[in-house]
């Protein structure tokens, strides 16, 4: 791996594989996961509106709250092509190995 500087003086990592790109924005989403993301995701901030709209106690609000929040993380990680936890673990699927 080759290591160029970057902002602040902070040391960027960079995988040979990524074309260029730091490693932790490299796409490692497969196109059809990253639609499914995003709608799910979208789905999942409007539903968490509505409840969040209408919730009645401290426990309603909290839920729904992390409903909208967990629609936020699909939904931005679908619309980057970046997910962290398969960066973190390795993971790559199969369309996206061969254009490596």
Known sequence: MNSTPGA???VAVRNPGTRGRPAW???N???AERLGRIAVGLAGI????????GAGSVLAVVLAALL???GLDL????ALGHC???ARLGYLPKPL???R
């Open 8 to 10: 602040g003086g902070a």
């Open 84 to 86: 962290p936890l398969h």
């Open 25 to 27: 924005r490299a796409v």
């Open 68 to 70: 909208v929040a967990a």
């Open 75 to 78: 939904a931005v990680t679908g």
């Open 29 to 31: 989403i497969s196109p």
């Open 46 to 53: 409007a539903a968490g509106a509505v409840l969040l709209a």
């Open 97 to 99: 190995r061969s254009l």
